[in-house]
C-alpha cells in the first residue's frame, strides 16, 4: 500500500525492458489474460530493488487485489461491493460501467491537443518511458480482469462519497485509526519520483512541502500534482 515493494509500472519502464518482455499489463488495456495470469507474468521478472528501500508507483495495488481474493475467498468485484461500495451507496461503482449509456468519451491529451482514444490506444508519459497502453473499451468488457490499481470505474458523486467517509473518520468502511494511518506519511524521507514536496500514506499522496510540490494547499493535504483532493488508489 506504500508502493514500496520493489515493484513499479510498465509504463515507467524504458520500451522492451523486463515488464514488456514479460507482457505485464498494468491493468488498462485489454489483454484477455487473468488476474492471476497477469501476477504470474510479474512474478517471473526480477525485483526492481530492495523491498523498503525505495518509492516507486507500482502495480502492487493489483497484487493487493489477489490477496483480497484469497483472504475474502471471493472474486475481487464482489469483496469490494461488500466492504466499501454498497457500504457507501456507491452504486455507480464497479469493475465494469453500471449504465454504459452514461459514459462519457475518454480523451487523450497529446502534444497539447486532446483527441478521442482509440480501442488500442498508446499515450505518452513522460520521455524516456513506454508509456500508457490503454483501451477505453476495458470498462464494457465482461472479460477484462479485475485490476485493483487502475480497473475500477464510477461517477463524480460516488467519488465524492469516498473522499467523505474517508475525511470523517472512515466510518462506516474503516475503522479511525487505520483511516488516519492510511493519511499520514508511511513513506519517511523516501524521495518520490515526479511528486516532489511529497509523502505517501497507505494508498495516498500526501503534501508534505507546498513550495516544493508548487502546491497552493496546506501541509497534509491528500493531493497529488494538480489536484487537493486526489487519491491513487483502486
Not at 512474478?43 to 475474502?72: C, F, N, Q
Not at 505518452?124 to 490499481?149: C, H, I, M, Q, W
Not at 475500477?152 to 458523486?157: K, Y
Not at 500514506?201 to 512541502?209: P, Q, R
Request: proline share 6%; aromatic share 8%; net charge negative.
Amino acid at each position: 500500500m506504500t508502493h514500496n515493494a520493489g515493484l513499479t509500472y510498465r509504463f515507467f519502464q524504458e520500451e522492451k525492458r523486463t515488464y514488456e518482455l514479460a507482457g505485464v499489463s498494468d491493468g488498462m488495456d485489454l489483454t484477455g489474460i487473468t488476474l492471476e495470469e497477469n501476477l504470474q507474468r510479474l512474478a517471473s521478472v526480477p525485483l526492481l530493488y530492495e523491498p523498503g528501500k525505495m518509492w516507486r508507483y507500482s502495480i502492487a495495488t493489483d497484487v493487493l487485489g489477489a490477496v483480497i481474493e484469497k483472504v475474502t475467498g471471493m472474486p475481487l468485484s464482489e469483496a469490494v461491493r461488500m466492504l466499501v461500495t454498497h457500504p457507501l451507496s456507491m452504486m455507480d461503482t464497479d469493475f465494469k460501467a453500471v449504465d454504459t449509456d452514461r459514459l462519457t468519451t475518454a480523451y487523450a491529451d497529446s502534444a497539447g491537443e486532446p483527441r478521442r482514444l482509440r480501442d488500442f490506444d498508446t499515450v505518452p508519459f513522460v520521455e524516456g518511458t513506454a508509456g500508457f497502453l490503454l483501451s477505453p473499451n476495458r470498462f464494457t468488457d465482461k472479460t477484462a480482469y479485475p485490476s485493483g490499481g487502475a480497473g475500477m470505474i464510477g461517477s463524480a458523486e460516488d467519488f465524492l462519497k469516498l473522499l467523505e467517509a474517508l475525511r470523517q473518520g472512515g466510518n462506516p468502511i474503516l475503522p479511525e485509526a487505520l483511516d488516519t494511518k492510511m493519511t499520514t506519511n508511511q513513506i519517511g524521507n523516501l524521495v518520490m519520483p515526479y511528486w516532489p514536496g511529497r509523502g505517501f500514506g497507505l494508498g495516498f499522496t500526501l503534501l508534505k512541502d507546498p513550495a516544493a510540490a508548487n502546491n497552493t494547499g496546506s501541509a497534509g493535504n491528500l493531493a497529488d500534482g494538480r489536484h487537493l483532493w486526489s487519491l491513487m488508489v483502486c
